[in-house]
Every structure is written in C-alpha cells, then in structure tokens.
C-alpha cells in the first residue's frame, strides 16, 4: 500500500522542515510538498494531490477558515489538520466550522503527531487533548451576538488595531466589503463607533 501524501503549509521555514524530518520515519505518510501562505497553498495543492494537509492555523495572507474552505474545495478527498501553538485559540474553532478534520499543538512528541494523522486518514476528528476549553463558550457569545463569522473576523482584525485597508489586505475582501460587514457589526452590537463596538464584544466575551 503506497503510503499517505503529506502536505504542509506554514510560513515558517524551520516548521515545514520540521514536519518532514519528524515524518521521514514514518513510511506510511510521506511529505510531497509544502507551501508558505495560504494562496501558495491552493495554487499548490490540486497538483500535489495530499491525502492530507497540515496547516499552519496563523498564515500572513489569509484566514485559517478561508485556507481550509479552499483547499476542501480544490482538494475535497484530503484531510485538512490545523497546526498551531495556539491551543486557546479560538481560530482553531472557526477552523473546524470551516471544515478542517482535526487540531494540533506543534508541540506534540513525534509519536503523538503521526498517532493523530493516521486517526484522522481513517476518518477521526482528532483534536490535541491539552487544547484548552473555551472556544465553545466563544461559539456560544458568537450565536448570541448574532454575528456572521465574516462579521466576526473583521471586528477581531478591528479589534487588532488594523485599518480597513488592512483587514481588507489580511482578508481578501474589498475594502467597501469590509466597511459593509464593520457597520453590520457595530449595528448588531448596538455601538456608533468601532471602539465602543470592540468594548462590548470584549464585554460579551466574543474578544
């Protein structure tokens, strides 16, 4: 049996050259690419063809969530496992709504890491056990709040001091798109500005 293509997609060097040394002893998983950014990774991953994909859950140009409804589209047999050192994160969450099949610490023993990816190859979600609790009761402010995930993620970016041009930059989105979902969030939260609306998400625990 030909063994599982691995893919990886982070932007730090030592990371990706990490994963493949950690997988070299693996014979039943071998690395056939990997990719610095999230839109290297989809232009990539249809001619790579992984059985799965590791992905870094912090990439420079785009969201987790917008790489991981990507790649499920150009690649939709592979397996997507998000990869942070983040395991508070609620990124992580918003991952695994998009469609990804797992998450892991970059801290896992090796043993650990291929433990998981062979579990999530058979179908399993696997999330690392030591990924802390929280991220549901974010879901739950989340649902509450009647914020879109969109919404959601620019007023996070907001919150982050970013521009409109940047989070238009960081997401993808035209920047009327991103005054458009900022003013659907201040009016859902019930604020006139974006420092009184990232007050009140803080407040009902969305930041």
């Known amino acids: ?30 690395v056939v690419g990997a990719a610095e950014s999230g839109r290297t990774a989809l232009e990539r991953a249809p001619g790579l063809r992984p059985d ?34 983040h395991g508070d994160h609620h990124g992580v969450q918003a991952a695994l709504d998009a469609g990804a099949h797992g998450a892991l ?22 999330s690392d056990p030591r990924m802390v609790p929280g991220t549901e009761g974010r879901g739950a402010a989340l649902a509450r709040s009647g914020l879109t995930r969109r919404e959601y993620e620019v007023l996070r970016l907001a919150a982050q001091g970013r521009t409109n041009p940047e989070i238009a930059e960081t997401t993808g989105l035209a920047r009327n798109t991103v005054k458009t979902y900022l003013q659907s969030a201040l009016h859902k939260l019930g604020a006139r500005n974006r420092v009184e609306a990232i007050g009140k998400a803080s407040e009902a625990g969305l930041l």
């Open 52 to 85: 799965l994909v590791l992905l870094d859950l912090r990439l420079p140009d785009m969201l987790a969530p917008e790489v991981v409804a990507g790649l499920r589209a150009a690649c939709p047999l592979a397996k997507v496992v998000v990869f942070t050192a």
């Open 105 to 126: 610490l970059k801290d896992a023993a090796a043993t650990d890491l291929v433990a998981a990816l062979r579990r999530v190859l058979r179908g399993e979600r696997v």
């Open 1 to 30: 049996m030909s063994p599982s293509r691995v893919m990886v997609v982070d932007d730090h060097p030592v990371v990706r050259d990490g994963v493949a040394l950690l997988l070299r002893a693996e014979p039943s998983l071998v």
